[in-house]
C-alpha cells in the first residue's frame, strides 16, 4: 500500500452543488433557496428560537430553576408524635387520619425527639437511626416496604 493510492470508498464522498450556474446545473436560478421571503435573501436569518416576533417558547414558560417539587411533601413525624397515638400498627394512612401529618404528604419518617415506652409497629415509614433504636428497644419494630 502506498500513500499517493489511497483513495475514499465509493460512494461516500459527493462532488459539491454549484449553485446559481445556470439552468442545466439544476439549481439555477434561485439556488434551491425557494422564492422569496427572508430564507431567500443574503443575510437574512434569524437567532434561533425566534418565532417571528412572537413570545418565544422558552420566554412564555415559567422559570422553575432547581425548586423541588416533592420537598414540602416528604413530612417529619416526632417519636412523641407516634406515641401518641393509640394505634400499634402505624403506617402513611394512619398519620394522615390522626392529622399528624398533611393530607397531601407523600412520604413521611420518624425522628428521634420525645420518648416512646409502648410497642409499636412502624409499616412503610422511614426512621432514623435513633428513633429505629429507641422504637425497638420499647420493643416495636420498623418494617419500611
Do not use: C, W
Not at 500513500?3 to 464522498?13: W, Y
Not at 423541588?68 to 402505624?90: F, H, M, Q, T
Amino acid at each position: 500500500m502506498r500513500l499517493n493510492t489511497i483513495k475514499p470508498g465509493a460512494g461516500s464522498k459527493s462532488p459539491a452543488k454549484r449553485v446559481g450556474r445556470g439552468i442545466g446545473s439544476g439549481l439555477g436560478k434561485t439556488a434551491g433557496r425557494g422564492h422569496k421571503g427572508q430564507k431567500s435573501r443574503a443575510g437574512g436569518y434569524h437567532k434561533v428560537g425566534f418565532e417571528g416576533g412572537q413570545m418565544p417558547l422558552q420566554r412564555r414558560l415559567p422559570k422553575r430553576g432547581f425548586v423541588s417539587l416533592v420537598k414540602g411533601r416528604n413530612v417529619e413525624v416526632r417519636l412523641s408524635e407516634i406515641a401518641a397515638l393509640p394505634v400499634d400498627e402505624i403506617d402513611l394512612l394512619t398519620l394522615v387520619q390522626a392529622d399528624v401529618v398533611p393530607a397531601n404528604a407523600l412520604s413521611a419518617k420518624v425522628i428521634l425527639s420525645g420518648k416512646i415506652e409502648r410497642k409499636v409497629v412502624l409499616k412503610g415509614i422511614g426512621a432514623t437511626k435513633g428513633a429505629r433504636a429507641a422504637i425497638e428497644a420499647a420493643g416495636g419494630s420498623v418494617a419500611t416496604e
